[in-house]
């Protein structure tokens, strides 16, 4: 289900078991929201085009967000797991001004960010 009314689009995958996998190139929704029983989000940023502030919410019981985007984008991460941890790699922030926030509430479950 996408919510196009405003300039902002945001796309829900909510599912009982399974996650959200994306990679390659397109555009990535302004916001993005994974709701699931089981399963996480594995999101390969790399080659797709990213607006200025890309948001991924991620709520579940067990699961994840595995996260891979370019050097120069800048990552924020918040949100609540009670086992599960975060890994950010440094990045170099560019001219761009891109800026990934990752929201992530879960049971299990935690966050890695990977860099090209």
Known sequence: M????????????????GGLKRRGPGSMPADTVVVTSVGGADLDLSDARIEEVTSVTKVSIVGGVRLRVPAD????????????????????????GRVVRVRNYSVIGGVSVTRD
């Open 2 to 17: 996408t919510n196009t009314t405003s300039s902002q689009r945001t796309d829900w995958h909510i599912s009982l078991i």
């Open 73 to 96: 984008v800048m990552v924020e991460v918040e949100g609540v797991s009670l086992f599960g941890g975060r890994t950010v790699e440094p990045g170099t922030p560019g001219a761009s």
